[in-house]
């Protein structure tokens, strides 16, 4: 079969300007791009950068540290690059840095991440400044996002606070009143309902750190410090599908749908039908504190990033000034 882009098949010998060169790989599809990067020995360096731009964001969005920290380790500079990304949520942001996204998305530990990788030169300086910048745009300015048809600007974090938390406060409060645990447990009940579309709705919602964070082997009960970084697979136990661990953003994984997931004093996340008595007040009051423990400590942590930021630029400074 011919290939579609006949130009990947050899470029040994090709000689064309740097200019010329980003044109091409721009316009490639990924696959094609990964492809185009193994044919090239030529332009190595240069189709690594423009691979790395190309799947940046989406290491980002995903919360895939370990790439992250590699194409830094490339290119600091990819900290520049902004565009157009779809986050496993299916919110599509426009214009976004990976930095701004991180903070959007109270991703604490890809943040860490990045300022990590700034090198201890009159380059991290400039980049430091950028990240201040980006800082302060996104407090400023918020970002602006899709998600089914509807446009979102001005959000300046997740609103975990409105979502999530609501509509578990929802489910809790109901169960005080009727005393815990119900008796006459019926799936068309309005708020067994809610439990699967508003709660597992907005768990579909959920940004992938919070989602690895109900996944984690880390107990909702006590409400964890959320301390360690996360790198488990974003799955949940699911006990009646043949396949048991299903993927939190899968298309069939019935999340908002037909169930939604509790925690609570569980070593991972597991579904539960409207339908089924144990997914009960208890399990949801302690996944309701751990969220609430959870914004509250990613919150101040935001708004304490910018002196830290600013006392990361003055300890890049000393060095160069001799100090």
């Not at 790989?25 to 492809?35: A, E, I, Q, V």
């Not at 930095?99 to 990045?114: R, S, V």
């Not at 339908?275 to 509250?296: H, I, N, R, Y």
Request: net charge negative; hydrophobic share 35%.
């Amino acid at each position: 079969m011919k290939e579609k882009y006949p130009l990947i098949e050899s470029t040994e010998s090709s000689s064309l300007p740097t200019e010329m060169w980003v044109n091409v790989t721009n316009k490639l599809p990924k696959l094609d791009l990964f492809n185009f990067y193994r044919s090239s020995k030529e332009q190595k360096e240069l189709l690594q950068y423009e691979l790395d731009k190309a799947t940046f964001l989406d290491f980002v969005v995903r919360g895939d540290y370990h790439s992250v920290r590699a194409a830094l380790e490339r290119n600091i500079r990819l900290l520049f690059h902004r565009n157009e990304v779809t986050d496993c949520s299916g919110r599509t942001f426009f214009a976004i840095s990976g930095f701004e996204y991180a903070l959007w998305a109270f991703d604490k530990h890809m943040w860490t991440l990045i300022i990590e990788c700034i090198p201890a030169n009159e380059e991290g300086k400039e980049i430091l400044e950028l990240l201040l910048d980006q800082y302060n745009r996104l407090r400023q300015q918020g970002v602006s996002y899709s998600l089914n048809g509807q446009i979102t600007t001005g959000e300046t974090h997740f609103d975990l606070e409105s979502t999530l938390i609501h509509q578990l406060q929802l489910q809790v409060n109901y169960y005080r009143r009727v005393g815990g645990f119900l008796a006459n447990w019926d799936s068309s009940n309005h708020i067994n309902k809610l439990f699967v579309e508003g709660v597992g709705g907005a768990q579909k919602l959920l940004p992938m750190c919070i989602a690895k964070a109900y996944c984690s082997s880390e107990p909702f009960s006590p409400s964890p410090k959320f301390e360690d970084r996360i790198d488990c697979k974003p799955q949940f136990y699911c006990y009646f599908t043949e396949e048991k661990y299903l993927d939190w953003y899968g298309k069939d994984s019935g999340l908002g749908s037909e169930v939604a997931i509790c925690k609570g004093f569980k070593n991972g996340a597991e579904s539960f039908r409207a339908g089924t008595p144990v997914a009960k007040a208890e399990l949801l009051e302690m996944d309701l504190a751990a969220m609430q423990t959870f914004l509250a400590l990613r919150t101040k942590e935001l708004l304490n990033l910018e002196a830290q930021l600013a006392e990361r630029q003055e300890a890049h400074l000393k060095p160069m000034m001799g100090g």
